[in-house]
Protein backbone atom coordinates (compact mmCIF):
# COMPACT_ATOMS: atom_id res chain seq x y z
CA UNK A 1 0.00 0.00 0.00
CA UNK A 2 1.37 3.03 -1.23
CA UNK A 3 1.74 6.13 1.67
CA UNK A 4 -0.86 8.72 2.26
CA UNK A 5 0.59 11.70 2.94
CA UNK A 6 -0.95 14.87 4.47
CA UNK A 7 -0.70 17.12 1.80
CA UNK A 8 1.44 20.23 1.71
CA UNK A 9 -1.03 22.23 -0.70
CA UNK A 10 -3.85 21.81 2.00
CA UNK A 11 -2.41 23.01 5.04
CA UNK A 12 -0.35 25.49 3.42
CA UNK A 13 -3.53 27.38 1.96
CA UNK A 14 -4.69 26.85 5.72
CA UNK A 15 -1.79 28.44 6.96
CA UNK A 16 -3.01 31.54 4.58
CA UNK A 17 -6.55 31.17 6.26
CA UNK A 18 -5.49 31.18 9.79
CA UNK A 19 -1.90 33.26 9.39
CA UNK A 20 -0.88 31.29 12.39
CA UNK A 21 2.66 29.59 10.87
CA UNK A 22 3.42 33.74 9.68
CA UNK A 23 2.06 35.62 12.59
CA UNK A 24 1.17 38.68 10.46
CA UNK A 25 2.83 41.96 12.13
CA UNK A 26 2.90 45.30 10.31
CA UNK A 27 5.48 46.56 13.27
CA UNK A 28 7.59 43.72 12.22
CA UNK A 29 7.29 44.65 8.45
CA UNK A 30 7.79 48.10 9.01
CA UNK A 31 11.16 46.70 10.84
CA UNK A 32 12.25 44.55 7.89
CA UNK A 33 11.93 47.69 5.24
CA UNK A 34 14.83 49.22 7.30
CA UNK A 35 17.37 46.03 7.15
CA UNK A 36 20.69 46.50 7.00
CA UNK A 37 22.65 45.08 3.98
CA UNK A 38 24.89 41.55 3.79
CA UNK A 39 27.79 40.76 5.41
CA UNK A 40 30.78 41.37 2.99
CA UNK A 41 31.43 37.96 2.96
CA UNK A 42 28.31 36.06 1.75
CA UNK A 43 27.01 33.30 3.64
CA UNK A 44 25.42 29.58 2.46
CA UNK A 45 21.98 28.73 3.75
CA UNK A 46 21.08 25.25 2.88
CA UNK A 47 17.07 24.09 2.90
CA UNK A 48 16.88 20.31 3.36
CA UNK A 49 13.46 18.53 2.45
CA UNK A 50 11.88 14.88 1.68
CA UNK A 51 10.10 16.56 -1.20
CA UNK A 52 10.21 19.16 -3.66
CA UNK A 53 7.05 21.56 -2.41
CA UNK A 54 8.60 20.93 1.19
CA UNK A 55 10.60 24.15 1.23
CA UNK A 56 7.14 26.15 0.66
CA UNK A 57 7.43 26.37 4.57
CA UNK A 58 10.23 29.14 4.33
CA UNK A 59 10.27 30.37 0.98
CA UNK A 60 10.15 33.86 1.95
CA UNK A 61 12.93 33.55 3.84
CA UNK A 62 15.19 31.59 0.82
CA UNK A 63 14.01 34.93 -0.78
CA UNK A 64 15.38 37.15 1.69
CA UNK A 65 18.81 35.87 2.20
CA UNK A 66 18.83 35.01 -1.23
CA UNK A 67 18.23 39.06 -1.96
CA UNK A 68 20.64 39.73 0.81
CA UNK A 69 23.40 38.23 -1.34
CA UNK A 70 23.17 35.17 0.69
CA UNK A 71 23.97 31.88 -1.32
CA UNK A 72 21.14 29.89 -0.82
CA UNK A 73 20.20 25.56 -1.64
CA UNK A 74 17.72 23.26 -1.42
CA UNK A 75 18.60 20.19 -1.13
CA UNK A 76 15.44 17.31 -2.26
CA UNK A 77 15.65 13.99 -1.00
CA UNK A 78 13.07 12.08 -2.83
CA UNK A 79 11.60 11.97 -6.74
CA UNK A 80 8.56 12.78 -5.88
CA UNK A 81 6.75 10.16 -7.76
CA UNK A 82 3.80 9.32 -5.02
CA UNK A 83 2.46 12.63 -5.20
CA UNK A 84 0.08 12.31 -7.34
CA UNK A 85 -3.26 12.69 -5.10
CA UNK A 86 -4.06 16.28 -6.36
CA UNK A 87 -2.91 15.45 -10.24
CA UNK A 88 -3.83 13.67 -13.18
CA UNK A 89 -0.80 12.63 -13.82
CA UNK A 90 0.00 9.26 -12.36
CA UNK A 91 2.40 8.63 -10.07
CA UNK A 92 5.71 7.13 -11.27
CA UNK A 93 8.49 8.45 -13.13
CA UNK A 94 6.31 10.77 -15.43
CA UNK A 95 5.35 12.69 -12.16
CA UNK A 96 9.10 12.45 -10.87
CA UNK A 97 9.94 14.10 -13.99
CA UNK A 98 7.01 17.13 -13.72
CA UNK A 99 7.74 17.68 -9.40
CA UNK A 100 11.81 17.58 -10.88
CA UNK A 101 10.88 20.67 -13.40
CA UNK A 102 8.12 22.50 -10.68
CA UNK A 103 11.35 22.21 -8.11
CA UNK A 104 13.43 23.96 -10.49
CA UNK A 105 10.82 26.73 -11.66
CA UNK A 106 10.43 27.28 -7.29
CA UNK A 107 14.10 28.22 -7.19
CA UNK A 108 13.85 30.65 -9.84
CA UNK A 109 11.12 32.23 -8.65
CA UNK A 110 13.09 32.50 -4.80
CA UNK A 111 16.39 33.60 -6.77
CA UNK A 112 17.98 30.74 -4.98
CA UNK A 113 20.34 28.43 -6.94
CA UNK A 114 19.02 25.33 -8.61
CA UNK A 115 17.49 22.51 -5.98
CA UNK A 116 19.96 19.43 -5.29
CA UNK A 117 17.74 16.61 -6.61
CA UNK A 118 19.25 13.28 -4.69
CA UNK A 119 16.54 10.97 -6.48
CA UNK A 120 15.31 8.80 -3.35
CA UNK A 121 12.05 6.88 -3.33
CA UNK A 122 9.34 8.63 -2.63
CA UNK A 123 7.07 7.22 0.76
CA UNK A 124 10.74 4.38 0.87
CA UNK A 125 13.40 6.43 3.06
CA UNK A 126 12.13 4.17 6.12
CA UNK A 127 12.13 1.12 4.18
CA UNK A 128 14.82 -1.21 5.99
CA UNK A 129 13.41 -4.18 4.98
CA UNK A 130 13.16 -4.00 1.43
CA UNK A 131 16.50 -1.54 1.26
CA UNK A 132 18.79 -1.96 4.33
CA UNK A 133 21.19 0.09 2.84
CA UNK A 134 18.75 3.11 1.73
CA UNK A 135 19.38 4.41 5.13
CA UNK A 136 23.19 4.67 4.93
CA UNK A 137 22.90 5.96 1.51
CA UNK A 138 21.02 8.79 2.38
CA UNK A 139 23.11 9.73 5.30
CA UNK A 140 25.93 9.80 3.10
CA UNK A 141 24.75 11.77 0.65
CA UNK A 142 23.25 14.38 2.65
CA UNK A 143 26.87 14.60 4.35
CA UNK A 144 28.31 14.73 0.80
CA UNK A 145 26.21 17.48 -0.18
CA UNK A 146 26.73 19.69 3.17
CA UNK A 147 30.39 19.26 3.15
CA UNK A 148 29.98 20.25 -0.34
CA UNK A 149 28.30 23.16 0.59
CA UNK A 150 29.72 24.19 3.60
CA UNK A 151 27.02 25.81 5.12
CA UNK A 152 26.35 28.35 7.44
CA UNK A 153 22.75 27.86 8.75
CA UNK A 154 20.24 24.44 7.74
CA UNK A 155 16.73 24.42 7.42
CA UNK A 156 14.72 21.27 7.80
CA UNK A 157 11.21 20.00 9.13
CA UNK A 158 11.35 19.22 13.05
CA UNK A 159 11.75 15.53 14.21
CA UNK A 160 7.81 15.40 13.81
CA UNK A 161 8.10 16.13 10.28
CA UNK A 162 5.52 19.18 9.86
CA UNK A 163 2.60 16.47 9.30
CA UNK A 164 4.22 13.54 10.97
CA UNK A 165 5.34 11.79 7.65
CA UNK A 166 7.59 9.61 7.85
CA UNK A 167 10.17 10.85 4.79
CA UNK A 168 9.90 14.42 6.24
CA UNK A 169 11.21 12.76 10.01
CA UNK A 170 13.77 10.90 8.41
CA UNK A 171 15.27 13.73 6.76
CA UNK A 172 15.24 16.27 10.13
CA UNK A 173 16.69 12.69 11.67
CA UNK A 174 19.81 12.71 9.46
CA UNK A 175 20.59 16.23 9.47
CA UNK A 176 20.43 16.05 12.69
CA UNK A 177 22.56 13.71 13.19
CA UNK A 178 25.14 15.15 10.29
CA UNK A 179 24.82 18.44 12.87
CA UNK A 180 25.62 16.46 16.15
CA UNK A 181 28.01 14.17 15.08
CA UNK A 182 30.34 17.34 13.65
CA UNK A 183 29.51 16.26 9.61
CA UNK A 184 31.71 18.85 7.95
CA UNK A 185 29.91 21.88 6.37
CA UNK A 186 26.69 20.63 9.11
CA UNK A 187 26.55 23.75 11.63
CA UNK A 188 24.71 23.83 14.97
CA UNK A 189 22.71 26.80 13.23
CA UNK A 190 19.65 24.28 12.36
CA UNK A 191 16.33 25.43 12.47
CA UNK A 192 13.27 23.22 12.16
CA UNK A 193 10.38 24.76 9.90
CA UNK A 194 6.75 24.00 11.24
CA UNK A 195 3.01 24.32 9.39
CA UNK A 196 0.31 25.47 11.32
CA UNK A 197 -1.93 23.35 13.69
CA UNK A 198 -5.26 22.42 12.28
CA UNK A 199 -6.83 19.26 14.73
CA UNK A 200 -9.20 18.40 11.86
CA UNK A 201 -5.82 17.51 8.99
CA UNK A 202 -2.73 17.55 11.32
CA UNK A 203 -2.58 14.41 13.47
CA UNK A 204 -2.35 15.40 17.46
CA UNK A 205 0.40 16.73 19.23
CA UNK A 206 2.87 17.52 16.27
CA UNK A 207 3.09 21.50 16.68
CA UNK A 208 5.99 22.49 19.48
CA UNK A 209 4.83 24.68 22.13
CA UNK A 210 4.82 28.06 21.70
CA UNK A 211 7.87 28.87 23.92
CA UNK A 212 10.46 27.10 21.37
CA UNK A 213 10.12 29.29 18.35
CA UNK A 214 12.44 31.91 19.30
CA UNK A 215 13.49 32.49 16.35
CA UNK A 216 11.47 34.81 13.92
CA UNK A 217 13.02 35.75 10.97
CA UNK A 218 11.56 39.41 9.12
CA UNK A 219 10.65 39.22 5.45
CA UNK A 220 9.80 41.90 3.24
CA UNK A 221 6.67 42.10 0.69
CA UNK A 222 9.08 41.45 -1.97
CA UNK A 223 9.93 38.00 -0.58
CA UNK A 224 6.26 36.86 -0.13
CA UNK A 225 6.00 38.10 -3.85
CA UNK A 226 8.50 35.34 -4.49
CA UNK A 227 7.13 33.19 -2.27
CA UNK A 228 3.97 33.29 -4.45
CA UNK A 229 5.96 32.68 -7.93
CA UNK A 230 7.08 29.85 -6.05
CA UNK A 231 3.65 28.29 -5.15
CA UNK A 232 2.59 28.98 -8.99
CA UNK A 233 5.15 26.15 -10.01
CA UNK A 234 3.42 23.34 -7.95
CA UNK A 235 0.88 22.48 -10.44
CA UNK A 236 1.08 19.03 -9.58
CA UNK A 237 0.19 19.98 -5.84
CA UNK A 238 -1.84 22.33 -5.97
CA UNK A 239 -5.79 23.01 -7.41
CA UNK A 240 -6.04 26.02 -9.95
CA UNK A 241 -8.43 27.20 -6.93
CA UNK A 242 -5.99 26.52 -4.27
CA UNK A 243 -3.28 28.88 -6.25
CA UNK A 244 -5.85 31.84 -7.23
CA UNK A 245 -6.25 31.64 -3.39
CA UNK A 246 -2.41 31.55 -2.66
CA UNK A 247 -1.58 34.27 -5.28
CA UNK A 248 -4.22 36.78 -4.00
CA UNK A 249 -3.71 36.32 -0.22
CA UNK A 250 -2.54 39.04 1.78
CA UNK A 251 0.90 38.09 3.38
CA UNK A 252 3.21 40.01 5.76
CA UNK A 253 5.50 39.83 9.05
CA UNK A 254 8.24 37.41 9.83
CA UNK A 255 8.50 33.64 9.66
CA UNK A 256 8.76 31.48 13.00
CA UNK A 257 11.24 28.72 13.58
CA UNK A 258 12.36 26.85 16.20
CA UNK A 259 16.38 26.15 16.70
CA UNK A 260 17.49 22.61 17.33
CA UNK A 261 20.18 24.22 19.81
CA UNK A 262 18.05 27.06 21.49
CA UNK A 263 20.08 29.47 23.37
CA UNK A 264 18.06 32.44 22.99
CA UNK A 265 15.81 34.30 20.68
CA UNK A 266 17.02 35.79 17.56
CA UNK A 267 15.61 37.29 14.01
CA UNK A 268 19.02 36.40 11.75
CA UNK A 269 19.67 32.62 11.22
CA UNK A 270 23.41 33.51 10.68
CA UNK A 271 23.76 35.10 13.54
CA UNK A 272 25.18 32.64 16.34
CA UNK A 273 22.79 31.28 18.88
CA UNK A 274 23.89 32.25 21.82
Given at each position: MRLQRHPIATLLVLAMETTVLLHLSVEAQSNTDQASSPAHSPKTLVSVW??????????????????????????????????????AI???????????????????????????????PDGKLGDYV???????????????????????????????????????????????????????????????????????VLPPLLLPQKKYFTVQVPVMSSDYDAFRRFMACQKTQFSADELKRIATAPLSGPVRLVPAFPKGAATDLFDPLH
Open positions: AHADDDATVAPVLARYAREGARVYTIIATDGSQGCKHTPCGSELANARSEEARCGSDALGVHPPILLGFGDPSLMLRLTQRLAEELQELHADAVITWGPDGGTGHPDHRIVSDIVTQLVRAGAPGAPEQLFYAYLPPRAE
